[in-house]
């Protein structure tokens, strides 16, 4: 192994299935994870390369992911570093001619910026095919997107290429929270120009990117709710929502019900306020069942009072998760850099320095701490990118 890799590292693994909140203890072994500060790196083989771990993903879909019951993708198992999507650097690949091919076949070289499910460790061995690469230009990370022109006009699609201030938008406004944002609205919301659109946890990761996709892909009227008078200021101000409500606000309902009825309605909280929404539903309304934060760490989760409304209204309530769409994240890709380009798309971020601090910032985000995507910075990375 090269010298500049060392034969160690620092990674956290789950020891512990939470019941209901995870716990924050991360050194005794009797918390929900456990920080081992000296694990091996491992060498990659056949088929493998290595990463060097610069940022990762916190979202409240992991809290999920502890629980050992069916869902859309299988457990973290015990003893397992905790799944995280992440960006990095490719330090290493495997020496033989099927990896140096399918690394070619990829445009994978080592040095380059890659994006892959790394999880809460330093450095992560990964399969080449589940690894992809982050462009870069001149020191600046770019996009590349295919913009459609009208075929009776006889112009060829172009190549948009956008500049890029982060590695971490490949973790916010070209990652899974973007994907989830733009899809929960165009394919299950259907949204269209004559919508009131209803975004909740607006303040959040993909809350807040729904709600500039909301507005590039045109909408009636938009209203977005979070927790606080600074949240509600950002998405007024910042992201130029039309009505921002405080749902810690005793006037929340009486206000809520003032703005009209809606059409479509994205859901990342899920329990009371989603019962609110069903009370104010637009003839052949759609809501997209994204999350349901207000019960991922309550081991009895309220049910659904007002769903009758569905059935008078003639509307839709259906869940998704993202990797329905795994086939078609290019075409969302495309529309997501052409926005970041025109500066109809923006990104904030919580940030954490330090992979012990993985935790508590997950924690965090189910005490509504976060203000656009949290990310954890790992290591020092050692460019300005």
């Known amino acids: 192994m090269p010298a500049a890799i060392p034969s160690t590292q620092s990674r956290i693994v789950l020891v512990n299935r939470p019941k209901a909140a995870i716990s ?23 088929g493998e390369c290595l990463i060097k771990v610069e940022w990762v993903s916190l979202d409240p879909a992991m809290r999920g992911w502890l629980n050992d019951s069916r869902s859309y993708i299988e457990p973290v198992k015990l003893q397992a570093v905790m799944r995280a999507l992440g960006v990095g650097k490719l330090v290493s690949l495997g020496q033989d001619a099927e990896t140096k091919k399918a690394a070619e076949k990829k445009g ?10 790394c999880g809460w460790q330093e450095y992560a061995k990964m399969p080449v095919r589940e690894v992809t690469r982050i462009h870069v ?3 600046i990370l770019v996009g590349l997107a295919r913009v459609q022109h009208d075929t009776s006009t006889g112009i060829e699609s172009l190549t948009l290429r956008v500049r890029l201030p982060q590695p971490t938008y490949h973790l916010t406004a070209l990652g899974m929270v973007a994907q989830t944002a733009y899809w929960g609205l165009k394919d299950v919301g259907q949204i269209k120009p004559t919508d009131v659109v209803v975004v909740s946890g607006a303040a959040g990761a993909v809350g807040s990117i729904a709600v500039q996709i909301a507005k590039a892909a045109g909408c009636k009227k938009l209203i977005a709710i979070a927790g606080g008078k600074e949240k509600c200021r950002y998405l007024k101000e910042e992201l130029g929502v039309d009505v921002a409500l405080d749902y810690k606000d005793p006037n929340f309902k009486k206000d809520f019900r003032k703005v009209g009825y809606v059409d479509v309605y994205f859901d990342n909280v899920g329990g009371e306020i989603l019962d609110l929404v069903l009370t104010r539903l637009n003839k052949f309304a759609r809501i997209a069942l994204c999350g349901a934060i207000s019960a991922y760490n309550d081991p009895n989760p309220r049910g659904l009072q007002m769903y009758l409304t569905l059935i008078s209204q003639s509307a839709q309530i259906r869940g998704f998760v993202v990797f329905d769409y ?7 890709e495309d529309d997501l850099l052409k926005w970041i380009s025109e500066g109809r798309l923006k990104v904030k971020e919580h940030r954490s320095e330090g992979l012990e601090n993985c935790v508590d910032g997950l924690l965090g985000l189910f005490k509504g701490e976060n203000t656009g995507k949290a990310v954890v910075r790992i290591g020092a990375p050692d460019s300005k990118l």
């Open 108 to 117: 994978l070289r080592v040095g380059d910026w890659v994006s892959a499910t």
């Open 137 to 139: 230009d001149d020191k």
């Open 24 to 46: 924050p203890d991360i050194t005794s072994g009797n918390g929900t994870f456990l920080l081992q500060k000296n694990a091996p790196v491992e060498q990659p083989g056949q």
């Open 326 to 332: 795994a086939k078609r994240y290019k075409e969302a």
